[in-house]
């Protein structure tokens, strides 16, 4: 099992910046593959961004050319810098870790998701 702790979440106004952390820890030598989801109220769930150990990233298209992410590998921590943020933004944004197996992606562990509120 995997420890995801997340940071960062908070009110903005819209067209502002906001970034958020996210930490894994479990097994010492292990680099996890990491990414964000992200919930509205009474919408599904949803990818935000996704980045591999070897720094690939993919994003959802409603956050393409606003949000990135990036990693520091030695902190098995990713960063979700959100810029040009929108009312539709609005979510708790969940953190996970995982590994890929066979080309999938098993997430080992999940936050506790942090809300990120943005007004108009």
């Known amino acids: 099992q995997v420890q995801v702790v997340e940071s960062g979440g908070g009110l903005v106004q819209s067209g502002e910046s906001l970034r958020l952390s996210c930490a894994a820890s479990g097994s010492s030598d292990r680099i996890y593959a990491m990414g964000w989801d992200r919930q509205a109220p009474g919408k599904q769930r949803e990818l935000v961004a996704h980045?591999?150990?070897?720094?690939?990233?993919n994003y959802g298209d409603s956050v393409k050319g606003r949000f990135t992410i990036s990693r520091d590998n030695a902190k098995n921590t990713v960063y979700l810098q959100m810029t040009a943020l929108k009312p539709e933004d609005t979510a708790v944004y969940y953190c996970n870790a995982g590994d890929y197996s066979g080309g999938y992606y098993y997430v080992q562990g999940w936050g506790q998701g942090t809300q990120v509120t943005v007004s108009s």
């Open positions: 980045i591999k150990s070897d720094g690939s990233t």
